[in-house]
């Protein structure tokens, strides 16, 4: 266990380098306020935190930097919890209550705007299609034999699909058709998509449509819907760019490779481990281009159902006590958001 004045240096040094980016050398800590202590006992806690593993010394400087298990201590330990600033919540509070009408919109735009405010890369998983219930069903003709249906859920993602009715469909049939299925599918969860609509079909659409194939070929492909995964969103790749860490052309290509790979990349992001944020520093990545990285993922939920995830990644050097703060505030509100669309149908 670090003793109080190896702590007190740790913070310092973890702070200072993601600020400045440099090596901190005892010089500096020196001057900070709250650390009273020569140089020389500074200089002594720090190569004992070096031999700990909790700093490295880069070749080319006298000055410390944190190690990954230095980052992990700061993280599980040392790490202030700030209250988000009023621009933040400000930017934040805008976003979520536009009350935006598509779940695809509200996402991206959640991921653009987390990358903004932290200036790193953001990730956002939106609800997979089958934790999701049927909100409302609507058919619309666009030619003699065809249609468009959509499937609208209760989290405001839009499905829409096209299809082939015979030419012998009138438009009353369709009108007939949608009627019965708001009726009997509103509230139904994508899960169970399929086998309702077919125990449907056998009770009852076969009296509204002449061609009971045509039935059966509408409600596939409504419940193909079922088989999506987690839409992923990704926002300020190009925030990577501007970290001195990333300079190298040859370090940060599979990182793009991997931003390319969406779904995968979804996949990576680390559930809670407290509360409701999970962090992965450097090697505690899987993904081998992460591996000099630090990941941090939040959960978002419809009531007590946790149904995505947003996340940041950036350099291991990142300001870890503000964007777990900014991403728990995002989570919180969007969450608020989806509760209350899911619970009063808006």
Known sequence: MLSHRQRLILHAI??????????????TLSKHHDIQFSAATIRNEMADLEELGYLDQPHTSAGRVPS???YRFYVDNLMDEPSVDRKTVATLRSLFEQKLSEME???????QVVSHITQQTSVVLGPRTHQERVRKIEMIPIAPSRAVVILVTDTGHVQDRQVQLSDDVAGEDIASLVKLLNDKLVGVPISRLRSR???VASAELSTLLAS???????????SEAS???????????????????FRDVDKVRPLFELFERTEELGNLLPNAERGSIGVRIG??????PLQDCAVIGAEYRIGNEVVGRLGVIGPTRMDYARIVKVLDYAARALSKLLTERNDFGG
């Open 197 to 199: 609509l077919h125990r």
């Open 283 to 288: 090697s505690e990545n899987v993904a081998l």
């Open 227 to 245: 088989q999506r995964s987690h839409q992923v969103y990704i926002g300020g790749a190009a925030n990577i760019l501007a970290q001195p860490e």
């Open 105 to 111: 919109r509200l996402i991206q735009q959640t991921a």
């Open 212 to 222: 009971y194939e045509d039935a059966l070929a509408f409600l596939d492909e409504l």
């Open 14 to 27: 973890v702070d200072d380098y993601v600020r400045s980016a440099e090596p901190v050398g005892s010089r």
């Open 68 to 70: 990954q298990k230095g």
